[in-house]
């Protein structure tokens, strides 16, 4: 069955920097793309994120760009999210998931059980 | 990008059925048949009830249903159950530098 596990998250100081890993199994991960959503404590759910299967295209939410960025280790079967320059809106439970589709982006089908990160001083 | 359109909540008793509206734009929702629906329990990671606006993945009841309308996709719930209380989320693609747009949730409660 198709599991997604995140990891890496935890509390740090507005300005500091975090890195997420998203560990997948259950499905052929090479030929699938990733997406990174986040949901602040009370909130909606907030699109960040996405990843090609093959690493070859990323695409940012308009709030994460030039701070946060997206990778793969497909021969891990893991995706990363290297996030820079915190701020304390960026605190919020992080999910990865899978895209359902290989040629197009479509909104996820799993989610993983989500990693919490806390931005405060 | 802008979040597409929910109501915030809605109520029914147990056995009713009820409609959840998300509004989008000729960009998301209106063009492409690449809308889902997603319930959350909370504490729980979202877990996705209908894709592609009508399809439904194995596993989940037949009480689930979608549907779209020019640039509002709509989801039915039937014959309502107690744990069907949760809160649920609509997604779209979008042909943007963003794909990929949720909207701001609706908060069903079975009275």
């Known amino acids: 069955q198709v599991q997604l596990v995140e990891s890496g998250g935890g509390v740090v100081q507005p300005g500091g920097s975090l890195r997420l890993s998203c560990a997948a199994s259950g499905f052929t991960f090479s030929s699938y793309g990733i997406h990174w959503v986040r949901q602040a404590p009370g909130k909606g759910l907030e699109w960040v994120a996405f990843i090609r299967y093959d690493g070859g295209n990323k695409y940012y939410a308009d709030s994460v760009k030039g701070r946060f960025t997206i990778s793969r280790d497909n021969s891990k079967n893991t995706v990363f999210l290297q996030m820079n320059s915190l701020r304390t809106d960026d605190s919020a439970v992080y999910y990865c998931?899978?895209?359902?589709?290989?040629?197009?982006?479509?909104?996820?089908?799993?989610w993983g059980q989500g990693t919490l990160v806390t931005v405060s001083s | 990008q802008s979040a597409l359109t929910q109501p915030a909540s809605v109520s029914a008793s147990p056995g009713q059925s009820i409609t959840i509206s998300c509004t989008g734009t000729?960009?998301?929702?209106?063009?492409?048949?690449?809308v889902s629906w997603y319930q959350q329990h909370p504490g729980k990671a979202p877990k996705l009830m209908i894709y592609d606006v009508t399809n439904r993945p194995s596993g989940v009841s037949n009480r689930f249903s979608g549907s779209k309308s020019g640039n509002t996709a709509s989801l039915t719930i039937s014959g309502l159950q107690a744990d069907d209380e949760a809160d649920y989320y609509c997604s779209s693609y979008i042909r943007s530098s963003t794909p990929v747009v949720f909207g701001g949730g609706t908060k069903l409660t079975v009275l």
């Open positions: 998931a899978k895209d359902p589709a290989v040629v197009v982006i479509t909104p996820p089908d799993y």
């Open positions: 000729s960009s998301d929702v209106g063009a492409y048949n690449y």
